[in-house]
């Protein structure tokens, strides 16, 4: 296996000329986007622009209607056993946490480890509690989601994607249904994944994630890639005007 | 009056039969019911419209008419069984399509979002119906479901009009048999399956307890 450095990019993630539509409305319009291994990739861009639905396609949880998306090399498969294995391979982290509802949180964890990936129920415990305490939660393992906070939740949410050993984390607005005073002890996981060389795709309102952690800022709006830059460029000099009065209005918040 | 309490093993003897056409058909609906929900909400289109097909062809016949095409209909195709088992056949494929709608509405009741958290980990669509959204929708299944084989108790009594002998027959032979006593056999039958309902009743409500409480 070869060892990817910073110089040598080797794309993980690549969609090309994506459009989709829901009904008559034109939701990804000819969307080109490679992201690199190890790349931690944030996405901006207004209400409705199409950020959700960008993620969503990339672990099929939405199909396109053409244009092709490759994770590793491979082609996104059709619905059915292939697909399941890739998505085994993508991470990904909701808005809304969807924990499993009638599952503990250590039970969230173990889950794909024991079913997906046939890991013995002893040795899925084991890295199941790392991956708990890693993320800051040992403590609350065997609480039900109900009985967690919001930060907990999606914490816990966070560790039942590492589970799986993702090549590729997708996050979709994971700190937007938190209150303001859990919104950094999920950002701060969020961060430290980033530095471990996870490869991420994060769509998030947080520009100070965005400064901090991310390699690339891309911009969407109306369905489609305006701009994208490294963030100290995409912050201080953008280039379009879409760009700069979406910055103004979020940044005078 | 006496001639229902002389007469109890008759009723017992077509009430035992109504009781396991009852278990029997509930059994095969459950399963063929949870499968057509399934196809309901499966990924592939074509299943899904099977499924959606078969509840709206099968609500929309009236049971006797079921009953009528697999008594006479299966023999013409070279299938033949006893007609206990016809009636099994007909009260099964009809009661699935209740069941089927139960089970739906039940897994409807599933917040999306469960199921995809439960695909994105890579989990089949069958994993995921078995492990995240039958389970958390059980609850809801349950108790219209309830109604759906007591509803399927009382429609066993069409059997009775395919040579089998359940709880009507038996009040049918009595009737024959003592005509001066009418008032008190149909009494005596419709207690019967008064009884049945209320025990049906109370062993769903049992369960119904054990998966509120198991939450
Ligand atoms: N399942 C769906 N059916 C129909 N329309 C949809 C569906 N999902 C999204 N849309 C529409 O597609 C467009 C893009 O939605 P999307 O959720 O991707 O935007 P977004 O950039 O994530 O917005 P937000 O910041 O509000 O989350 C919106 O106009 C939305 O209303
Ligand atoms: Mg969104």
């Known amino acids: 296996m070869s060892t990817p450095t910073a110089a040598t990019p080797s794309p993980l993630v690549v969609l090309s000329s994506v459009n989709k539509h829901f009904g008559a409305l034109h939701v990804l319009k000819d969307v080109d986007l490679t992201v690199d291994r190890g790349e931690v990739v944030v996405v901006l861009g207004p209400s409705g622009s199409g950020k959700s639905t960008l993620c969503r396609t990339i672990n099929r949880l939405e199909t396109i209607d053409s244009g092709t998306i490759t994770i590793d090399g491979r082609p996104v498969p059709a619905e059915g056993k292939e697909l399941a294995q890739l998505r085994a391979k993508v991470g990904m982290v909701f808005q809304s946490f969807n924990l499993f509802a009638h599952k503990t949180a250590l039970e969230n964890v173990l889950l794909g480890p024991v079913k997906v990936k046939g890991i013995k129920r002893g ?75 996870m490869t991420m795709i994060v769509v998030t309102h947080e520009m100070g994630f965005a400064r901090r952690a991310a390699d690339r800022v891309v911009f969407m709006d109306e369905g489609r890639i305006v701009e994208q830059a490294e963030p100290e460029k995409f912050f201080t000099a953008p280039e379009s005007a879409r760009t700069q009065d979406f910055l103004s209005k979020i940044l005078t918040h | ?164 002998f359940e709880g009507i027959q038996a009040m049918n032979q009595l009737i024959q048999k003592f005509g001066d006593s009418v008032l008190p056999i149909i009494a005596a039958t419709a207690v019967g399956y008064l009884v049945l309902a209320l025990l049906s009743a109370f062993l769903f409500g049992l369960l119904e307890r054990a998966v509120s409480a198991g939450r």
């Open chain 2, 1 to 164: 009056m006496n001639d229902v309490l002389d007469n109890l093993d008759v009723f017992l003897r077509g009430f035992r039969t109504t009781v396991s056409l009852t278990l029997l058909a509930a059994i095969g609906a459950l399963i063929l019911g949870t499968l057509i929900a399934a196809m309901r909400v499966s990924p592939v289109p074509p299943l899904r419209w099977a499924g959606a097909t078969y509840v709206r062809l099968v609500r929309n016949t009236p049971l006797t008419v079921v009953f009528f095409l697999v008594v006479f209909g299966l023999p013409e195709v070279d299938v033949k069984l006893s007609f206990f088992r016809f009636a099994l056949l007909a009260l099964t494929v009809y009661t699935a399509a209740f069941v089927a709608e139960a089970v739906r509405s039940g897994i409807n009741s599933v917040p999306a979002g469960q199921a995809e958290a439960s695909r994105s980990i890579g989990m089949t669509f069958s994993q995921t119906l078995r492990l995240v959204v039958l389970p958390q929708a059980f609850a809801n299944i349950v108790p219209p479901l309830a109604s759906v084989f007591i509803a399927l108790l009382k429609n066993t009594s069409i059997a009775s009009a395919f040579f089998i």
């Open chain 1, 123 to 197: 040795a899925a415990e084991t890295r199941g509690r790392e991956l708990l305490t890693r993320v800051g939660i040992a403590a609350q393992a065997d609480k039900d989601p109900a009985q967690l906070s919001g930060g907990q939740q999606q914490r816990v949410a966070i560790a039942r994607a590492l589970a799986m050993d993702p090549m590729v984390m997708l996050f979709d607005e994971p700190t937007s249904a938190l209150d303001p005073e859990m919104i950094n002890e999920v950002l701060d996981v969020m961060t430290s994944l980033a530095k471990s060389g």
